[in-house]
């Protein structure tokens, strides 16, 4: 669905920036997701990404990995565990020890990896980046969680490194997606949308999140569902499998970010595999592509198709492997196989779930 006329339609974006090109101006300024102004010299070559998202979407703006100059170590486990480590093995040379887990950042790597922009977050307090500052180092901090906040800080790194017509494209390629999708869902009756359950952990801990801030139920109310634990207080809550039952969700997502989590966790767990959603083989993992679909990245318009396509195929006939390999294409010049897209979408751990036989290979 990648389409030119989307690149108009948001360059007027990188405005953010408060210059169009790094042509037109001697330096680029951004405001970034901390309401700091953030001035560079020229665009940015080497970028250090610290919060675990970026890496992937640096990667898809420049359409390459030569600017990524060091990431979280999750992200690298991402880019390694899932397709982008086939399409850039060069990633694994790219250090991650920049940053703890947590995202303390290890400031002497920081500062041998030479880097011209370093990424961090805008909600974790001073103690992350001051240390930073304090280094010498220039620093734009990003915020998470919504679509608003990923278009915007796709924008800002675009901008950043001088590629601004990169994020308009993808962005416009967002656009073009949600309101087509929220066209077909408004005449959706409410009686008709089934109950959606995303566990964001499920392995030791069961966690789900309400509606406040949640991207994930953003996308289920975007695809025609109900996000089934609305009630829940806060993000990442632990539940226990009493309470979902007690929800019994007509659908169940399970995470990407937990490698080794698969469906038997809840089809055989005596009580989770009571539900409606276990009983009807409505229980699905998350895909794993360039970055996990869970959360907002590049790739979310692919992970609103799929989750469509599962929940209302009377409704939504999207052809999904067609959609990624032009995605990916436009994303990371890469032609998908259909051996990577059956990976992706771990076509072998659930190809035999519901609604789930339309992904297979034709």
Wanted: charged share 20%; hydrophobic share 40%.
């Amino acid at each position: 669905m990648f389409n030119v006329k989307m690149l108009a339609a948001t360059v007027s974006l990188a405005l953010i920036a408060g210059t169009l090109s790094p042509a037109l101006a001697e330096t680029i300024t951004l405001k970034d997701q901390g309401g700091r102004t953030v001035t560079l010299p020229k665009p940015a070559d080497r970028i250090a990404s610290i919060p675990i998202p970026m890496a992937s979407t640096i990667i898809s703006i420049d359409g390459g990995t030569s600017k990524l100059v060091g990431m979280n170590p999750t992200a690298k486990s991402a880019i390694m565990e899932g397709i982008l480590g086939k399409i850039f093995p060069e990633a694994k040379d790219i250090p991650s020890d920049i940053t703890a887990p947590n995202f303390i950042p290890n400031i002497e790597e920081l500062a041998a990896t030479n880097p011209d922009l370093v990424i961090q977050w805008a909600d974790y307090g001073a103690d992350l980046v001051d240390p930073l500052t304090n280094a010498g180092l220039n620093v734009a901090l990003i915020s998470y969680g919504t679509e608003e906040k990923a278009r915007y800080y796709q924008n800002m790194v675009a901008t950043a490194i001088g590629k601004p017509e990169r994020a308009a494209l993808i962005n416009g390629w967002r656009d073009e997606v949600a309101q087509e999708m929220a066209a077909k869902t408004k005449d959706i009756a409410a009686d008709k949308r089934p109950k959606v359950l995303y566990l964001g952990r499920a392995m030791e801990n069961l966690t789900a999140s309400g509606n406040e801030g949640n991207y994930n139920a953003w996308y289920i109310d975007l695809t025609g569902g109900v996000n089934a634990s609305a009630d829940v207080k806060g993000n990442g809550t632990t539940i226990s499998p009493e309470q979902i039952a007690e929800w019994n969700p007509d659908v169940i997502l399970l995470n990407s970010f937990e490698a080794k989590l698969g469906l038997d966790r809840i089809m055989n767990d005596p009580i989770l595999s009571l539900t409606k959603a276990a009983q009807d083989k409505k229980v699905y993992k998350l895909p794993l592509g360039g970055y996990r679909w869970d959360p907002p990245s590049q790739e979310s318009p692919l992970t609103w198709m799929w989750l469509a396509n599962i929940l209302h195929p009377e409704v939504f006939q999207y052809d999904l492997r067609g959609e990624m390999k032009k995605a990916y294409k436009t994303l990371y010049n890469y032609d998908l196989t259909d051996a990577d897209i059956d990976g992706i979408l771990w076509m072998d751990m659930q190809g035999d779930a519901t609604n789930y036989a339309q992904f297979a290979s034709k």
